[in-house]
């Protein structure tokens, strides 16, 4: 939602107050199987983002008429720590958390078999422990490494980013400054090696040139990202594949 | 999942073949939408208020205009509060209790249609900068889910807010005194949302209930009066290709402008 | 027709694999004439099939396979079994019994209670309902003594070796008594609680390393220099 800011936010060489460049990710660090007790777990940390998630399933559903009976019932909740922004949030889930709750979990349906595993919940909790903007698409990223790393069979990864327009700019990841004081804002979730787009949602003003624009920079993000999942989810058993071979 | 109105696995096949040659069950075109019909100012207790039927799919809206506070970081802007219900009497599938996430969804959609085209001119709202501004409050009512509560209830969103008036006020000794007459709620666009459905991958615009039984993902794009996206929408447990997302939006270009017309009308 | 992936390659879910007339092998799946990975997993070429060996997944009930089970449920005349699946398994009273289940005279709880261990065999399983359980084998049972190690299931062959030797090895070397349920928890009884220990460091060091080569040789060499301790 853009408010009115008198600060510039992009300089006239194209630097944006973090310093990055109008296509530039913010730095990335992901781990995969964090959390002893999950079956499958991940954190990510993108620019000041820091966000959990796990995954608990399949498991059979109580009660159990609301279990479906030709496949898994994907649950999603995405949740912010009272601390994670600047002012206090209260922990009751907000209307926007119930919201980010749904079209998370719908961007993450369609790359998990759910078809396998009939009558079953398969449980998603995104813990927002710091936020500054985008934590919808970090929750897509990290919540679908926690699937990979629960050993839940998965037509593809799923990797999220925002794109948008600030200062009439078109950029790449936004901050929460940017998205405030800049005029769109469209977060998009992808599975890369289908081509396909679970997650999109877009508010501010755009031409559909722009639209067109910002929609193929998101995907570059998502791609981005995408190898950098990939990376974290081979990490600990390339480390141990290393490690051995050394002895 | 399941309903008294769910559609028997034999005709969500049937729906699914004809689509993906062209047709649709109600005989439409794969791009056109069910007949509007749109009544405003229907209920005097509301300062405005509008009821669209979008073939069977009946919204009710009602506009409330309050006086209250405004938020800390624009102290000299109106407010705008958009509430969605899914009563019960609206579908066997709607039950009692606090709004689910498919109404959150639904007034949250609506809401960033008004919101970011800047429908209302906030400012106008103000009555002391930092303290008192109007608040005005769109609560959307869902009377008949026939399919695509999304965009009747933008319609008929739109269409109460052209019909809202705000009672006239002057300031005596820091406090509010209402006036005799009214003043029209000042709104200086016109969002209009169009959602298709994709079905055997193949996009229909103003889906009807059968036809989002049948639906694997749906997409509402919200433009403004100059043709603008404003908001945008996934929903569903499937996806789009790049290729489909863009044509959707250069035929909701066309269908936003049709819609517009029918509620200015009005 | 090509394999874009070659054998031991470590391959994560939606990586292409293959394009052409490939068989889509375990934890893979065909989309047109492409070939995908669906779980993070090692890359086994058999004849023109691809499989992906998974490094990490749960249990998926499969008839004729032992498991290792634990009580969470004692209803009217049948127990519910935690055998670390997405379902629960059942064990009939009828199955226990040699006599017909009496609901006047006999108590389930005093058969199995409610956190007891039982190595069983699934006798059914399909979509529509929870695998059922049978303990009327030799072997089969409540499990009185010993402890439980659970790796996860897919390394389960690596624990057992080529032709049961790994597992042989580790009997060998410390003298315990292994039983191995193929849902992922093994039985470890040893004479002493240092014979089972060592038993549990080496399953361990097999689950870490399950993905490198020269395996059996390592573990071999580690229980060694541990009982030199």
Same mark, same amino acid.
């Given at each position: 939602m853009p408010r009115k800011t008198s600060e510039k936010m992009i300089n006239q060489n194209g630097t944006r107050l973090d310093g990055r460049k109008l296509n530039e990710v913010r730095p990335l660090k992901i781990e995969v199987g964090i959390l002893a007790n999950a079956d499958g777990s991940a954190y990510i940390e993108q620019g000041k983002n820091k966000i959990l998630a796990a995954v608990y399933g399949p498991k059979e559903l109580h009660?159990?008429?609301?279990?479906l009976p030709d496949r898994a019932l994907l649950q999603c909740r995405y949740h912010m720590a009272p601390f994670s922004v600047q002012e206090r949030k209260s922990p009751a889930p907000s209307r926007r958390e119930i919201e980010l709750s749904k079209v998370i979990r719908e961007a993450l349906e369609p790359a998990v078999f759910l078809e396998h595993y009939p009558r079953t919940s398969i449980d998603v909790f995104i813990e927002v422990l710091q936020a500054d903007g985008g934590t919808r698409c970090a929750g897509i990223t990290v919540a679908s490494l926690a699937l990979a790393d629960a050993g839940i069979p998965m037509r593809d990864l799923v990797a999220a980013c925002a794109a948008g327009k600030v200062d009439g700019h078109l950029v790449l990841d936004l901050t929460d400054l940017e998205d405030k004081g800049g005029t769109a804002d469209l977060p998009l979730a992808w599975m890369p090696n289908l081509n396909a787009i679970t997650l999109l949602q877009m508010d501010g003003d755009l031409t559909t040139d722009e639209f067109e624009q910002v929609l193929n920079l998101a995907i570059e993000g998502c791609k981005q990202i995408h190898t950098l999942q990939k990376e974290a989810l081979k990490a600990k058993y390339v480390a141990v594949k290393e490690a051995v071979e050394e002895e | 999942m399941t309903s008294s109105i769910s559609v028997a696995k034999v005709k969500q096949r049937r729906i699914a073949e004809l689509i993906s040659h062209g047709k649709r069950l109600d005989e439409r075109g794969l791009n056109d939408h069910r007949e509007v019909q749109i009544e405003v100012g229907i209920i005097e207790r509301a300062e405005g208020s509008a009821r669209v039927r979008l073939g069977k799919t009946e919204v009710m809206v009602g506009t409330k205009i309050e006086l209250g506070e405004p938020f800390l970081d624009v102290p000299n802007e109106g407010v705008l509060t958009v509430n969605a219900e899914l009563v019960p009497l609206a579908s066997p599938k709607f039950e009692p209790g606090p709004p689910n996430e498919n109404a959150i969804e639904l007034a949250r959609v609506v809401d960033r249609g008004i919101r970011e085209s800047k429908a209302i001119s906030l400012e106008k709202l103000c009555v002391t900068p930092g303290q008192k501004v109007f608040v005005v409050f769109v609560d959307v009512y869902v009377l008949? &889910? &026939?399919?695509?509560?999304i965009d009747a209830s933008a319609l008929a969103a739109l269409a109460a807010l052209l019909n809202t008036k705000i009672f006239n006020y002057e300031i005596k000794n820091g406090e509010v005194e209402i006036k005799p007459g009214y003043t029209q709620l000042p709104v200086v666009d016109y969002p209009i949302a169009v959602t298709f459905a994709k079905i055997n991958d193949k996009l229909v615009a103003d889906p009807w209930l059968v036809e989002e039984q049948v639906m694997d993902a749906r997409l509402t794009i919200t433009m403004d009066k100059d043709g603008k996206i404003c908001a945008l929408q996934k929903g569903g447990y499937g996806y789009f290709s790049v290729e489909q997302i863009l044509d959707a939006a250069k035929i909701a270009l066309q269908k936003t402008e049709e819609l517009r017309k029918i509620v200015v009308k009005s | 027709m090509s394999i874009y992936v070659e054998n031991k390659q470590l391959v994560t879910p939606g990586d292409l694999l293959a394009e052409g007339k490939y068989g889509a092998g375990e934890n893979t799946y065909r989309d047109d004439d492409k070939i995908y990975a669906t779980r993070v997993g090692l890359i086994t070429l058999e004849d023109q099939t691809i499989h992906v060996v998974a490094l990490k997944a749960f249990y998926i009930p499969s008839v004729g396979d032992t498991v290792i089970g634990k009580i969470v449920e004692v209803g009217l005349s049948a127990w519910m079994l935690d055998i670390n699946a997405p379902y629960l398994a059942v064990l009939r009273a009828g199955d226990v019994l040699d006599r017909p289940f009496n609901p006047r005279k006999d108590e389930l709880p005093a058969i199995f209670d409610i956190d007891d261990l039982v190595i069983a065999k699934i006798v059914a399983y399909d979509r529509t309902q929870d695998p059922l359980l049978t303990v009327r084998e030799p072997g089969l049972g409540k499990i009185t003594r010993g402890q439980i190690v659970e790796v996860t299931p897919t390394k389960i062959p690596r624990v057992i070796g080529r032709k049961g030797s790994m597992v042989s090895m580790i009997k060998r070397e410390t003298g315990c008594q292994i039983t191995i349920g193929q849902n992922g928890l093994i039985l470890i009884s040893g004479k002493t609680p240092e014979d089972e220990r060592l038993a549990v460091l080496a399953i361990h060091k097999i689950e870490q390393e399950s993905h490198t080569s020269g395996l059996t040789n390592r573990v071999t060499e580690m229980l060694q220099k541990e009982k030199e301790v």
């Open positions: 009660p159990k008429h609301l279990a | 008949n &889910d &026939d399919g695509n509560l | -």
